[in-house]
């Protein structure tokens, strides 16, 4: 009775894979220096950061506070004022977009700020970019907060502060929004290279007509199977080795959680996208169509429905519901939880778990259509 896998036979067959790999580098490119790229580029050109704001600010009083208020604003690293003559000149800055916001001190500021049912301070923000407008707001808002509480703090019947509200922000304290991109960034890149990688094996044999010359000898479907995913999982491996070095290197992240969590949750992730490239592989025949199916199937609902850069609660019901099979949604709260805040064991085993269960789903979906003959 033939064994569902001889070691023998498997070693060759790895060998035979190997010597492919070698032969064709653009396994190696596209599983070890792309992911370098891409993360070069999408962590330093993404940022939901809204820094170096330019506001335009009107000061038509001369109390001593509106110029120590502008100190304030000058010495935030996210609004950058630009003194305005008159009102009419910062309108006509925010409507040419020359400033994302005006900022309005008048005549009667010094009495208005004395008193504690007006508002001292006019704010208008443009807001053609709904996310940046929010930020800008909420700068300024912090700005004049800050203010107060210091103003106090110095002279404490300068100013009506009734309540003094002090915030702390765990897990991401500077409030960087590269630290949440970087990890949810990592997920889409394995994604992308991890479905590529196997998209083209199979097809790749069928084109070129190798897979005829396979069929013909003693190898199992397990084996066949084995000898496609083993490689390639080393090579995606070895791809998020770069890619977390290049992360904690380039971007100075660090990972507060284990490294055998990174790593046990990383080769569950790559199962996932490789058994999802090797099946589009295995039912086209074809590298272009299973290239395309690849692309579709994984960089697009990992960059849109897994967390990356939106909120999955703030989306519409129905499309949460849906981000529950895009698999690139577990392993990006996976990231972020062991890059930012630790072995949360709570958050960690149900996505590992959810991961397990997509990648056998997958895997076993090719095999099945891994079939011992030529139809």
């Known amino acids: 009775m033939t064994r569902a896998v001889d070691p023998q036979r498997l070693r060759g067959f790895l060998r035979k894979e190997w010597i492919q790999i070698r032969r064709d580098p653009s396994s190696i490119i596209v599983a070890v220096i792309l992911p370098m790229i891409m993360l070069f580029l999408f962590g330093f050109g993404v940022s939901l950061d809204a820094r170096n704001q330019p506001a335009a600010v009107v000061i ?6 509106a110029q120590d208020f502008l100190a304030s604003l000058r ?3 996210y609004i950058i ?16 977009r020359k400033v994302m916001a005006i900022i309005v001190l008048g005549d009667d500021f010094g009495e208005r700020l004395h008193r504690a049912d007006s508002a001292p301070i006019q704010v208008l923000v443009n807001g053609t970019d709904a996310n940046t407008a929010r930020l800008v707001s909420g700068y300024i808002q ?3 907060a800050t203010w107060l509480v210091d103003r106090e703090n110095v002279s404490p019947c300068s100013a009506p502060t009734p309540i003094n509200v002090q915030f702390r922000v765990w897990f991401n304290e500077d409030l960087d929004s590269r630290r949440s991109i970087i990890p949810g960034l990592i997920a889409v890149i394995m994604t992308l290279i991890g479905a590529l990688l196997t998209a083209m094996v199979v097809a790749r044999e069928w084109e070129r007509g190798t897979m005829e010359a396979l069929l013909t000898t003693p190898l199992t479907r397990t084996e066949l199977l084995l000898g496609k995913l083993i490689p390639y999982f080393c090579l995606g491996m070895a791809g998020m080795t770069v890619t977390v070095l290049f992360a904690l290197t380039v971007f100075g992240l660090s990972i507060k959680g284990s490294i055998l969590a990174l790593v046990l949750a990383s080769s569950l992730f790559m199962l996932v996208v490789l058994g999802i490239g090797l099946m ?7 590298q272009f169509t299973a290239s395309i199916i690849a692309l579709t199937a994984t960089m697009l609902p990992g960059m849109l429905l ?7 609660r703030s989306m519409n019901k129905v499309i949460q519901t849906i981000t529950y099979i895009v698999p690139a949604r577990y392993f990006v709260d996976l990231l ?7 072995d949360i064991w709570a958050a960690i085993l149900p996505n590992m778990l959810a991961l397990a269960v997509v990648a056998a789903l997958f895997i076993g979906i090719t095999a099945r259509k891994t079939t011992r003959n030529l139809e």
Do not use: C, H, Y
């Open 336 to 342: 972020k939880t062991l890059f930012m805040a630790g």
């Open 306 to 312: 897994s967390g990356f850069i939106f909120d999955i």
């Open 75 to 77: 010495a935030n690293k």
């Open 142 to 144: 912090g700005v004049w």
């Open 60 to 65: 038509e009083t001369s109390a001593p506070e």
């Open 280 to 286: 589009a592989s295995t039912i086209t025949r074809n």
């Open 81 to 96: 004022p630009r003194l305005a003559p008159d009102r009419p000149t910062a309108t006509e800055w925010l409507r040419s």
